[in-house]
């Protein structure tokens, strides 16, 4: 039994085709069928269904290629921790994050980490948090950024710093009269929020209790994009409730909450066990020294929202 022998049967079970695994892990499709067979052999169990399309594994292959993952990622760390070691932060990392952060947060990092660690190669993927964790648990991702709180027993999860949310109004709106306003304020105020799917809508969701589409009936609008919401409130209809990094310095139609605010936790994750400490270390101090300080002053920032 070789590693090489346990990633062409994951191959296999990914594609759901002899051929296409070969071609990704460019060998032939011979080869790769004669070892698995070979694999087979040595165990004394059938891996795949014989005929069947797409490949499917028997009951034995399922639980062979399940243990197959975790040998195969144990190996991936081995080589992982003799880099850091004989290089420190140097390689690739591949960063999921969530779309909700990335258009206000990667500005704020990305060039003082590049400039830190120019050995340190990044693979940035935008995606919504199921997507990201799922990919994290598979070996896809190295790191998550996303909003938490996140619980799974795989998964470490470090925090980076808590956001507030700011109450955002249409022009001239009579709240906007107050310097900060409660969530009193916004009972009988319909809510513009983003699609199903976006943590961000449910961590608004629970501040307000409001559905979508700012009370409009015959609209059903689904949008991933902060942006888009404030230009529907600026419009004059509804309001919504945005992130403190997505608001820039000279936009006037935005208000605090009183103590105690609303705040997202926004959240590092990565499989455990991750060994190659140094570049969540990196990532760690790039991003918290790139945010306004008092997001880290925990004491200061009350009541998480919860999802």
């Known amino acids: 039994m070789t590693l090489q022998q346990l990633h062409y049967i994951v191959s296999v079970a990914e594609t759901g085709q002899f051929s296409k695994a070969a071609r990704q892990c460019h060998v032939t499709q011979p080869t790769l069928t004669m070892m698995v067979r070979k ?20 009951i034995e292959g399922e639980a062979l290629i399940v ?20 290089t420190g932060t140097a390689g690739t990392y591949r960063l999921g994050i969530i779309p909700t952060l990335a258009p206000y947060l ?17 693979v940035i993927d935008e995606r919504q948090t199921s997507s990201i964790l799922d990919a994290l648990r598979k070996g896809q991702l190295d790191v998550g950024i996303l909003a938490g709180p996140i619980v799974d027993d795989d998964l470490e999860v470090l925090t980076l710093f808590h956001e507030p949310f700011l109450a955002y109004f249409p022009p001239d709106h009579p709240l906007l009269e107050q310097q900060r306003i409660s969530r009193d304020d916004l009972h009988e105020v319909q809510l513009w929020v983003l699609s199903e799917g976006h943590c961000l809508r449910e ?24 942006e888009t919401l404030k230009r529907l409130v600026d419009s004059g209809s509804g309001i919504t409730l945005v992130p403190e990094l997505s608001v820039n310095a000279d936009e006037k139609n935005v208000r605090r909450f009183i103590t105690p605010e609303p705040v997202r936790e926004v959240v590092l ?39």
């Open 106 to 122: 990667l500005p704020l990092f990305l060039a003082r980490f590049a400039d830190e660690h120019p050995q340190a190669r990044l």
């Open 39 to 58: 694999l087979e052999d040595e165990l004394g169990v059938t891996i795949f269904q014989r005929g069947s399309q797409p490949a499917r594994p028997t």
């Open 269 to 307: 994750v990565v499989r455990k066990p991750f060994v190659r400490r140094k570049a969540v270390d990196a990532f760690v101090a790039a991003i918290r020294a790139a945010v306004p300080q008092e997001f880290l002053v925990l004491d200061k920032m009350v009541v998480p929202v919860e999802l």
């Open 67 to 86: 243990q197959a993952r975790v040998v195969l990622r144990e190996a991936g760390q081995l080589k992982d921790l003799v880099t850091e070691l004989r």
């Open 203 to 226: 961590q608004a969701l629970s501040v307000c209790q409001h559905p979508s589409s700012a009370g409009h009936d015959n609209i059903l609008y689904s949008t991933g994009s902060i």
